[in-house]
């Protein structure tokens, strides 16, 4: 008995003694957690980079982070494409200067099987979704400029926004970049059976560590650095091929607009909604201090865009963030700006030159 009251006091006392060494550090304990382990760092990764869902800053993010730390990315003979289809991936370019790919992030039709079979066995895979109206209104404008043009679009007269909706022989298929393109890019395929769709679904949840969703991007990101254990200065961002210019907006829709849209699109409804519930789930699951961190984060974020956006003009060369509740400090410089808003096809050549993957 008494052997036993010694080892319980034993534990408390070291349990004691542990907080207040935390508190002499003015750290929690669960930064603590944090700091020790950054050595395990996720880098194996596989990005399903969904159509106009914020996709190609979250590339810039994977860009930098395997850029920094001498990663193979996953390229093949198409300038920015994995896949185009959900049986097999485009003929890839194998790096003449590496060994194994570390992560995937070029845009593709998701197959477990075609992503799995040029990633490591330990890949972590994420993916990102946007409310399907508003990646609608995205997609409308981004593909009506000269530059991104499809035909199918180009032929639309007038307001290709409403058109599309309310004239079924512009866009006729059941899958195309403006109708249903979030789940044809996860590689669910054309169905009407709920249950079918709902099993496809659950093997997605098996597969897919976190899907982020757009209008929660800040929070997104902190649960995505808390998973892969990395750190504020891995998800810095500037968002990266927005479309600028005028252009549509849902305020051209009627209710009854809004209404054959959903019916439209019904699919990626389905998806977003899957996705939408499951992110929230997990985000409750963290400690309350997610809250602070988020907020914490977004002030980052914005003297982080007062910086770079300033250019040369600042006489500031670098900025200097300080050590926070969850994170050590850290310095940002004009490079690496500069490769925040570097383009996405112009920082494809860089990492295809460094590696060996050139077309």
Not at 167 to 175: A, E, I, L, T
Not at 318 to 339: K, M, P, Q
């Amino acid at each position: 008995m008494k052997r036993k009251l010694c080892v319980w006091c034993l534990v408390v006392a070291v349990i004691v003694s542990i907080y207040m060494l935390a508190q002499q550090v003015n750290i929690t304990m669960s930064t603590a957690i944090y700091f020790s382990s950054q050595l395990e760092e996720v880098r194996h990764i596989g990005f399903l980079k969904v159509h106009k869902a914020a996709s190609s800053t979250m590339q810039n993010i994977f860009f930098r982070f395997g850029l920094k730390r001498n990663l193979t990315f996953v390229f093949t003979n198409h300038p920015n494409y994995f896949s185009r289809t959900v049986s097999q991936h485009l003929p890839l370019k194998m790096p003449r200067f590496r060994g194994d790919h570390d992560i995937l992030c070029t845009h593709g039709i998701f197959n477990i099987q075609t992503y799995g079979s040029v990633l490591p066995k330990d890949a972590t895979y994420i993916a990102i979704v946007r409310e399907p109206l508003e990646q609608f209104v995205s997609s409308i404008n981004y593909y009506s400029q000269p530059s991104s043009q499809l035909p199918y679009i180009s032929a639309i007269p007038g307001n290709k926004l409403t058109a599309l909706i309310r004239n079924p022989k512009f866009d006729k298929g059941f899958f195309s970049y403006t109708k249903n393109s979030m789940a044809r890019d996860f590689g669910i395929s054309i169905s009407t059976n709920q249950e079918t769709i709902a099993a496809k679904l659950t093997e997605l949840n098996s597969i897919f560590k976190l899907v982020l969703l757009v209008e929660y991007f800040e929070e997104s990101l902190i649960l995505l650095k808390r998973y892969f254990k990395w750190k504020h200065v891995d998800i810095l961002f500037i968002s990266n091929n927005v479309h600028s210019k005028e252009g549509w907006s849902k305020k051209d829709l009627t209710p009854d607009d809004i209404a054959k849209f959903k019916h439209r699109n019904w699919l990626d409804y389905y998806v977003y909604d899957h996705f939408y519930e499951e992110f929230w789930r997990k985000f409750r699951f963290e400690l309350l201090d997610i809250h602070m961190e988020v907020l914490y984060f977004k002030r980052v974020l914005e003297r982080l865009a007062s910086f770079c956006r300033a250019g040369n003009e600042s006489v500031e060369r670098s900025l200097e963030v300080e050590t926070s509740t969850w994170d050590a400090g850290f310095r940002v410089n004009r490079e690496e700006c500069d490769l925040m808003l570097k383009n996405e096809l112009d920082f494809i050549s860089v990492l295809r030159q460094k590696q060996g993957s050139e077309l």
